[in-house]
């Protein structure tokens, strides 16, 4: 019984989830306030490789104003808390590129969690623009040129939602540079969008293979293991894992749900715990896992706690109505 109840907790966050995990981005932190659930998060991109520096990114709304954030050191950006809408990107303060512009529009049907779009913005030189020094990440320094041009193709490809030709593009740029590790990568990614997991488990033990000190793979592989219930194989992925990055939530996450549909109720809620103290607001479906737990032990004070705190993170859930009555009468039980 109660993995059944673990198993329909996580359904409707699994997506989301997966999602921030896959793409193991570590952005400038942009939080919006604007109240929505949504994000926008995105890699910039000049000559193919991503951006090795900061950029200034602004987020331009119709009503609302401007937020900006700054890449991290890797071309990474997000801006977080977006409510449905039309927004544009706007990157126009950088001297040696042209600017760019870029429109997302985010629906939000209601009853349905808040999504992460994620996206890149490539970068034109200017025809006067003097030395280019510093664009070229290190990790992509031995990828030829063509093999990056397909895998940045795969990208876009991705992003208007065409994952089977992002998994073709994928594959041509191993073909042109088989240790490609990212390449193999992002193809296991893609094939979890297409919900094809034993392809993404075999596309990510290849990206490990090549470099067996990459930590998105190991996390990635872990994801795809609970995702198909081999929770007994996950477990040592993602402490290894973890072992590489004990900062990782998302691994954290992963791991503490592993953990409770083995029975490991102990190790799971202190997993579970530091999902939530690592990745605070991006975690709280393992609120819902603790309640779980705690209503296993009898503890209803707790598990009453943990779905409250769901909730004031989620209050649009779509069985927000169910949990506030299970809250009474976990409440009204432990007076």
Wanted: proline residues 5%; contains cysteine.
């Amino acid at each position: 019984m109660l993995m059944r109840k673990l198993t329909c907790v996580v359904a409707v966050a699994l997506c989301s989830a997966i999602s921030i995990a896959a793409q193991m981005i570590s952005p400038s932190a942009g939080d919006t306030g604007l109240g929505g659930d949504n994000s926008i998060t995105g890699t910039v991109i000049a000559a193919g490789q991503r951006v090795q520096r900061h950029v200034t990114v602004r987020l331009q709304t119709m009503t609302k104003g401007d937020r900006i954030v700054v890449t991290d050191d890797y071309g990474n950006f997000a801006f977080r808390n977006l409510p449905s809408g039309d927004y544009t990107l706007v990157i126009d303060k950088e001297k040696d590129f042209q600017p760019a512009t870029q429109a997302v529009t985010i629906i939000q049907p209601r009853g349905i969690p808040g999504q992460i779009y994620n996206i890149s913005m490539r970068l034109e030189w200017k025809a006067t623009a003097g030395p280019r020094p510093g664009v070229i990440n290190a990790e992509f320094a031995d990828v030829p040129e063509r093999a990056r041009t397909f895998y940045t193709t795969g990208l876009e490809e991705s992003k208007k939602g065409n994952y089977k030709e992002a998994v073709e593009q994928l594959k041509l740029a191993i073909a042109e540079y088989p240790s490609f590790m990212q390449a193999y990568n992002e193809m296991g990614v893609q094939y979890l969008k297409l919900n094809q997991l034993e392809d993404a488990d075999a596309a990510f033990q290849q990206a490990a293979k090549i470099n067996p000190d990459a930590i998105p793979p190991l996390v990635n592989r872990g994801i795809v293991n609970v995702m198909m219930k081999r929770y007994g194989e996950s477990v040592p992925i993602l402490r290894k894992a973890i072992a590489k990055d004990d900062q990782s939530a998302v691994a954290h996450y992963f791991l503490g749900q592993a953990m409770a549909n083995l029975g490991l109720f102990d190790d799971a809620e202190k997993e579970l715990q530091l999902s939530i103290k690592l990745g605070t607001d991006q975690m709280k479906e393992a609120h819902r896992l603790l309640a779980i737990i705690y209503t296993n032990r009898g503890n209803k004070r707790l598990a009453a706690d943990e779905l409250e705190a769901y909730l004031k993170l989620a209050p649009t859930a779509p069985d927000a109505e169910k949990l506030k009555e299970k809250i009474r009468e976990l409440r009204e039980s432990n007076p």
